[in-house]
């Protein structure tokens, strides 16, 4: 049987600088995507993760409460201390990805494809259970922006259940207010120095460098490409701008428009713009297929964990930065993937999704990866 969603603690978290969102107990499981979809049409709420490739298994549910409050999220009940971790397999070994990259820019310099956005993965072994509500406080307390997301992966099934995805996007994939819909695209990454004049400088080099200018500018088309035809006016800054986390400077575009129907929802409007080139690449079918062939299936990291309310108003953020926990809360597997095109350099792509592990990594006191 289904482990049962407990209404004690939330089995659902979205939290952002201004507010926070809870599902607590489950009403529904929806056991697929047009059913989900059907629901939030018809006036239900709807919480949960969706898959990076959405032919896949979904944890998505109705919960037998949603609540908000204002600022970033805040447990309202005790929660144990982390454990310590250690880094068991490196899936693939840092080696293995350079010649996966190396490869597949070979591959892009074919015409295979534009962009793919490929990714490796660590496996943490904890010393006890961790739990994944301990986690998500720990990263929403040290982002400076106070975002997190937590989403009980039960309901995708039985290889799913007990699971959690626990993180920190930086990344908002979709929010629909009345007809007012906005999303904010990453796409090209720096690793940041803890020297501030440095820091100044990397940041200066990632705005200048027209690799990453690249890189961004498919993700933002390919964004107004399935906005565009939903809108009345869309708006997209000239250039991106420059965000950062505590660990990355990233470039980065507010995307805001209004909607022709506001019968529209977000769900509806997230699984049209979900997977974007951000997370999969440029076409992307053929970069799915890449993605497939090299990594193997993703599961739910690149995925999207959000909410969407009665009215089908809602938000949903990109499932990045994240860690997929076992049902024991033993282990747990932490993945980050970076965009390849055909000037990036293979060397550098590892470093930059070691950069991306440290969000993760940080939040257990482990130096780096």
Known sequence: MPRAFPVDRPSFVLSRAGYSIEGRGVECRYRSLPD????????????????????????????????????????????????????????????????????LVSSLRRGDAQKVVLARSLRLDADSTIDPL??????????PLGNGYAADLSAAGPDYDGKFLVGSSPELLIRKRG????????AGTAA?????????????????????????????DEILSALGPMCRRID??????????????HLSSPITGELHDPAITALDLALAVHPTPAVAGVPRRAAMDAIARIE????FYAGAVGWTDQSGDGEWMVAIRGIELAADGRTGLATAGGGIVEASDPDAELAETTAKFRTILAAFGYPSA
């Open 36 to 103: 989900a979809v059907a629901a939030v049409r018809a006036g239900e709420v709807v919480v949960g993760a969706l898959p990076f490739d959405v032919t896949g298994p979904i944890a998505l549910w109705r919960p037998v409460e949603l609540r908000g409050s204002d600022g970033p999220w805040q447990p309202d009940l005790s929660l144990p201390p982390l454990p310590q971790v250690r880094i068991g397999d490196r899936i693939p070994a840092g080696a293995v990805h350079v010649e996966r990259v190396r490869a």
């Open 134 to 143: 301990s986690l998500l406080e720990k990263l929403v307390r040290t982002d």
């Open 179 to 186: 007809t007012t819909v906005s999303c904010h695209p990453f």
């Open 192 to 220: 940041r120095s803890d020297d501030p004049a440095e820091d100044a400088a990397i940041a200066d080099r990632l705005a200048a460098s027209a690799k990453d200018q690249a890189e961004h500018r498919f993700v933002v």
């Open 236 to 249: 997209v800054p000239d250039i991106p701008q420059l965000s950062s986390t505590p660990q990355l400077w």
């Open 296 to 299: 193997g299936p993703r599961g």
